[in-house]
């Protein structure tokens, strides 16, 4: 099977964690902005993690570097459109891309231009290239709540013309659902779609939280609903989609190795998964990638590969032209 050549839809990407090194070297020079390495390699072994890591947080120090040089409307603008550039050559027909925004006004930009910059990067990648997309709104857990309602204030112009939903991403809490209720309500009286990032460190119990108190139609990650009946059922029943991306879980050792992975027991079971690439450059990987080692592993079939692809359209926070559209890749 050429997993090059099949249409493909990501519905779980980081912006922070899929910008080119090449950028960041220019990006600096321009921001003068001293790199620890002006040496591509070496600027490479920085922003791509272990293939095993201690732990998540590990993982997550690889997002430092990035957000060096995403301070800047033109910076931000340009990596947006770099990262749909690039997923749109490997035939990427659909990609959601996710954000904390409150990260990039350390230099003075407003909200409002970091959502324009953000857009309009994704608007001339869809000018110029065979994909579309939309952008989430990543609430990191670990931050201030003060500005919250802000942001999805401010974003709402853009609301279903380039951003579509509310996130919630960061270390893993056990029962961080709860104080996060209000927020989660108010994102979505204002017409936002949900996902939230849960149960993606062990603990089964946030997912239940993530769908039962805010509201969740997607879980990032989710996986460990395998240890949580109530959650596992809840998911099940309510056809919550969960937005899997195999190589993340095994760097974060969310799972110890790939073929340990429930992705094929779930998919087996009718839960609704769709694969993801998570961070193309952290993870060192592209769709393409995701989509081989899953179906490779698994001993997957292409009936198998489009019925996967239909669960994405399904659950793609997507216009209902833009879902038409890309079941007409679809077998």
Not at 34 to 61: F, H, K, V, W
Not at 77 to 93: C, G, H, P, T
Not at 115 to 128: L, T
Request: glycine residues 6%; negative net charge.
């Amino acid at each position: 099977m050429n997993y090059f050549d099949l249409p493909k839809i990501d519905l779980h990407c980081h912006l922070d964690g899929s910008v080119r090194p090449e950028t960041i070297i220019a990006l600096a020079a321009e921001q003068n902005i001293t790199l620890p390495s002006n040496d591509i390699e070496e600027i490479r072994t920085l922003m791509i993690a272990p293939e095993t890591c201690t732990d998540l947080g590990e993982y997550l120090q690889r997002f430092d570097l990035p957000l060096s040089v995403m301070q800047t409307a033109a910076g931000i603008e340009r990596i947006s459109f770099e990262l749909f550039e690039d997923a749109a050559q490997e035939n990427v027909k659909y990609l959601e891309v996710r954000f904390g925004p409150m990260l990039h006004l350390e230099q003075g930009l407003t909200l409002e231009q970091v959502f324009d910059s953000v857009v309009a990067g994704m608007k001339r990648a869809e000018a110029m290239y065979d994909i579309k997309g939309n952008y989430i709104l990543s609430i990191l857990r670990h931050m201030p709540k003060d500005r919250i309602k802000e942001v999805l204030d401010t974003a709402a112009k853009y609301l279903n013309d380039g951003i579509v939903a509310f996130d919630l991403a960061g270390g893993e809490a056990p029962g961080f659902c709860a104080e996060f209720v209000p927020y989660a309500e108010y994102a979505i009286e204002k017409g936002y779609r949900v996902t939230i990032h849960a149960g993606e460190q062990g603990v089964g119990q946030n997912v239940f939280d993530a769908v039962s108190l805010l509201g969740a139609e997607r879980v990032g990650h989710g996986i460990h609903i395998t240890g949580h009946e109530g959650a596992y059922d809840l998911v099940k029943a309510q056809n919550i989609a969960l937005e899997t991306c195999p190589s993340s879980n095994v760097q974060t050792k969310a799972v110890e190795n790939l073929a340990n992975h429930p992705v094929k027991a779930f998919y087996q079971d009718g839960i609704q998964i769709t694969i993801n690439t998570d961070n193309r450059t952290v993870s060192n990987t592209t769709m393409t990638d995701e989509v081989r080692k899953v179906m490779e592993e698994f001993n997957l079939n292409r009936e198998d590969y489009f019925n996967i692809y239909n669960i994405s359209i399904e659950h793609a926070f997507a216009s209902d032209e833009v879902k038409q559209h890309l079941s007409t890749f679809s077998e």
